[in-house]
């Protein structure tokens, strides 16, 4: 039973599509996130919510919209996608928003823009 | 905000010998710090943590050393194996910020 999961696996789409990413979890936790992660490995915190309240929200274009309908639920919609927009989205939990307890990751969104 | 270095990017070592991988940070109240391993196309997982009123944390093969005078902790893995060949990344959280800032990560190749 994955405790963190996130569809689709894979997306391939042209540039200006608009497209969305979904996770949930069934861990409980009261915090999600988003993290990119580029060609070189550094994973970047894009978003946090708590309790379907937004807390974390860093230097992200407006183009990124993070939508969370209850706490197990966090979607991620993308407008106008460029080429580098192109990365791994991972989706991650944590059982509150104080980032003193680990975090659980899905297995990541794969974005790639023709 | 916090930062957190990582050191070294690279690391490769023989079947058995011991890696070690070093990160800084820079705010004093950051009290959290986990160490993930990512596989090649899989998600990071939690390896090992430690907080900031414990120096050292075992957890068979591997350790974690935190020195918080010096705002430095350490990810020993003795007796390598090639499985442990993954990237690993350290990072520090706890402050009124309310997330975890990663490493840059450290690519361990563990040869046969």
């Known amino acids: 039973d994955t405790a963190v999961s996130q569809t689709p696996k894979y997306l391939v789409t042209q540039m200006g599509n608009d497209k969305s990413i979904k996770c949930e979890q069934n861990?409980?936790?009261?915090?999600m996130y988003w993290y990119k992660q580029d060609s070189k490995k550094f994973l970047k915190i894009m978003f946090s919510y708590n309790n379907k309240e937004l807390i974390i929200n860093e230097t992200v274009p407006n183009r990124f919209s993070p939508k969370s309908p209850d706490k197990a639920h966090l979607n991620l919609h993308i407008n106008s996608l460029e080429l580098g927009d192109s990365a791994v989205y991972f989706c991650a939990s944590s059982p509150s928003r104080a980032a003193t307890q680990p975090q659980h990751f899905g297995d990541g969104t794969r974005l790639s823009i023709l | 905000g916090e930062n957190v270095e990582q050191h070294p990017s690279t690391l490769s070592v023989q079947e058995g010998d011991s890696a070690v991988i070093k990160c800084t940070y820079s705010?004093?109240?950051?009290?959290?710090f986990p160490w993930y391993k990512q596989e090649l196309g899989k998600r990071p997982q939690l390896i090992i943590d430690i907080r900031s009123n414990v120096g050292e944390k075992k957890d068979q093969r591997i350790a974690v050393t935190l020195n918080k005078t010096a705002k430095h902790f350490s990810l020993h893995i003795t007796e390598t194996q090639p499985e442990d060949s993954a990237v690993y990344f350290c990072?520090?959280?706890?402050?009124?910020?309310?997330?975890?800032?990663f490493g840059q990560g450290t690519i361990l190749t563990v040869h046969p």
């Open positions: 705010d004093s109240a950051s009290n959290y």
């Open positions: 861990l409980g936790h009261d915090t």
């Open positions: 990072a520090a959280g706890g402050t009124s910020y309310g997330k975890l800032t």
